[in-house]
Nanobody
């Protein structure tokens, strides 16, 4: 059974950094897309960044310049490096996977999700 597990969230001050991890196991497809979404308090879930198992990367406008997605040595692992964090980055960050999402940054395009990891940015 496919499993997606996120880790690395926490509470930080504005300007600090965090690195989130997403580990996928038991997924029946050899090639697929891994995406990070976030949902802040009172906000809709929004896409942040996407990476394919072959290394191709895609970023939402909100992530360009401060967030970097990368693949681990194990292609079933990816990392989201978040720098210069702002209070508005506070959200539950979730990793989702799909072999062929019809829209990279639309939550409904992904069938398999992790539980999420909370990121709180506050002074």
């Amino acid at each position: 059974q496919a499993q997606v597990v996120e880790s690395g969230g926490g509470s930080v001050q504005p300007g600090e950094s965090l690195r989130l991890s997403c580990v996928v196991s038991g997924y029946p497809y050899p090639n697929y897309y891994m995406a990070w979404f976030r949902q802040g308090p009172g906000k809709a879930r929004e896409g942040v960044a996407v990476i394919h198992t072959d290394g191709r990367k895609y970023y939402a406008d909100s992530a360009k310049g401060r967030f970097t997605i990368s693949r681990g040595d194990d292609e079933n692992t990816n990392y989201l490096q978040m720098d210069s964090l702002k209070p508005e980055d506070t959200a539950m960050y979730s990793c989702a996977v799909d072999p062929s999402p019809w829209e990279f940054f639309y939550p409904g395009a992904y069938k398999t999700w992790g539980q999420g990891t909370q990121v709180t940015v506050s002074s």
